[in-house]
Each structure stands twice: as structure tokens, then as C-alpha cells.
């Protein structure tokens, strides 16, 4: 696997950092994830302009202009096998003797990018959906930041596993819906596709943004806003969707069955034209 590294090209296992990367020390560092399709980057300039807002909002300068990124991305992607590849992009704010407070003067930033295998959920996940569990969101209120400090998320994605399910969903204050530890969700009642709006308690997905243009320009009825608890709890269907994962149906949530327990109609629908847009727009 070739890996990029501060400007070089090199086999994963030459990529070195020092001890002292900021992002090791305090996880002080921000990151992407990026599909790439039949050797197609999917959606980059909205992938490189969420990376933009993440840098800014912890005021570390963009080290590339997107024309820059672009290359590089190219370059790695060339330089991997997969014709389906995920790239990994994390960026911290560098090497500096451990002091809270960033260095100054500001050292370079540590860029690593790498690809792996793109493996899209297989038959099974698709035809019986996924399970979740429900937890109290106990992250910070920057989450629109996609930071490489993801200890909450970790233990929040740990607590599905050790339940033997795939997800955590998260609510906000016994109130309201947010997103999944690695995940955005959607909730579908009465035919209506819900999805909680963009602000700082969710990361603002590009397949969820993906998802309401499909909603939008084929007349599946969707609402932006706040989603209550019990509008959870009360779904016809639940969908997840991220970057990796695409569109999966969650069909069982607290050990409940959602709605009739199967992959619903929204679900199919939404799936078939995720597939479709990939399809035209990634593989022509
Ligand atoms: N995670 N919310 C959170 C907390 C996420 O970590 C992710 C993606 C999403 C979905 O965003 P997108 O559709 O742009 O992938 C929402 C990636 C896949 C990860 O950390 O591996």
C-alpha cells in the first residue's frame, strides 16, 4: 500500500511520525473520508471544502490549494490497486515540544493521506438491515468539525459492538435525534424521509447531502429539521447512511423491531437511486 506523507509517496510501512505529532499528543488534527469509485473521486470538492471548514474552525491554515489536493489525491489513487478505493485524509497541526496551546511560532502540519479497499456492505446487510442501539450524545458541541479526536465516538461505536450490534445512535438531551457514532441518520414516517438539520451537533455528511438531492429531484416527500426522540422510537424506517457504509436500513433498534423489521419501501427506493447516481455519475 503506497501512503502519502509531508509531500512524499512511500510503502505504509516507511511512513513515520515523531512522538511529539501534535495529533498523537492531544488529537489536535482533522480528517476526511473520501469514496473512490471505478477510480472516481466521489464528490472531492465537497469532500475538500468540509476539510476547509474543519481547518478553519480549529484555525489551521489549509497546507494545499484544491488544485493541489486534486493532484495528490489523483496520485494516490493511481498509485493503488483498487478500482473501489477509500482515501483516508488527516491532517494535524504538527511537531512541537507538549504545551496546550498551539505552537508558535506554528510549525508545519503533519499531512497523511491513505487508500484502502472500498468494500461496500455486502447482500446480506442490504436484504436484512443492520441493528442499533440508542445512547445519550456525550460529545462536545463542535461536532460539525470532522476532528481526529474521536475517543467519544470509539466508545459510543464500542458500546454497539459489545451489544452485538453495528451502530450507536445518538440523542441529544433525552430530546433529539443527532447522528450515529460513524453515521448520519435518517427517520421515515408516513412516507416522509426526516433528517435532523446541519449545525454544530452533527457532522454534515456528504452522502446524507447526497441523499436529499435524490429525495429532492425524484418527489420523495423530506423534511430538515430537529427529530424528536419518540419520532425514533416511532419510525417506520431508520437509514444510515456515510461514505463506506452508502445507504443501509436499520431494521432493529434496542433489541426492538423498526417498523415491520425488514428493509422498507423508502429504503429500496433510496438505495436503487443511490446506486443509479453512482452508477451514471461515477462509473460512465
Ligand atoms: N465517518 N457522522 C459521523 C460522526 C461520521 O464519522 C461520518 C462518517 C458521518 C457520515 O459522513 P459522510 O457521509 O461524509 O461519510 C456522519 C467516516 C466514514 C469515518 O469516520 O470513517
Request: proline share 7%.
Amino acid at each position: 500500500m503506497t501512503v502519502y506523507l509531508n509531500g512524499q509517496f512511500l510503502p505504509i510501512t516507511e511512513a513515520k511520525i515523531s512522538v511529539l505529532d501534535r495529533g498523537f499528543i492531544f488529537g489536535d488534527g482533522v480528517y476526511e473520508v473520501i469514496p473512490v469509485y471505478s477510480r472516481h473521486i466521489f464528490r472531492l470538492p465537497e469532500h475538500l471544502q468540509r476539510l476547509r471548514h474543519s481547518l478553519d474552525s480549529i484555525k489551521l491554515a489549509n497546507p494545499y490549494s484544491d488544485a493541489e489536493w486534486a493532484q495528490i489525491i489523483q496520485e494516490l489513487v493511481t498509485r493503488n490497486a483498487p478500482e473501489d478505493q477509500y482515501l483516508y485524509l488527516h491532517i494535524t497541526r504538527g511537531v512541537a515540544k507538549r504545551d496546550h496551546a498551539f505552537p508558535n511560532p506554528s510549525v508545519p502540519p503533519t499531512v497523511f493521506l491513505m487508500s484502502n479497499p472500498l468494500n461496500t456492505p455486502p447482500a446480506a446487510l442490504l436484504q436484512n438491515g443492520i441493528s442499533a442501539i440508542t445512547a445519550p450524545d456525550n460529545r462536545w458541541l463542535r461536532c460539525d468539525i470532522k476532528a481526529i479526536s474521536l475517543l467519544p465516538n470509539v466508545l459510543l461505536r464500542q458500546m454497539a459492538i459489545d451489544a452485538g450490534c453495528a451502530e450507536t445512535i445518538m440523542l441529544r438531551d433525552n430530546e433529539f435525534l443527532t447522528e450515529g457514532s460513524a453515521s448520519n441518520i435518517f427517520v421515515v414516517k408516513n412516507g416522509v424521509l426526516l433528517a435532523p438539520p446541519k449545525d454544530n451537533l452533527m457532522l454534515p455528511g456528504i452522502t446524507y447531502d447526497v441523499v436529499l438531492e435524490l429525495a429532492a429531484a425524484n418527489g420523495i416527500p423530506h423534511e430538515v429539521r430537529k427529530v424528536q426522540v419518540a419520532e425514533v422510537f416511532d419510525a417506520d424506517e431508520l437509514l444510515l447512511t456515510s461514505s463506506t457504509k452508502e445507504v443501509l436500513a436499520i431494521t432493529l433498534l434496542d433489541e426492538k423491531p423498526v417498523g415491520s423489521g425488514k428493509p422498507g419501501a423508502m429504503f429500496a427506493k433510496l438505495h436503487a437511486l443511490y446506486q443509479k447516481f453512482k452508477q451514471e455519475v461515477m462509473r460512465a
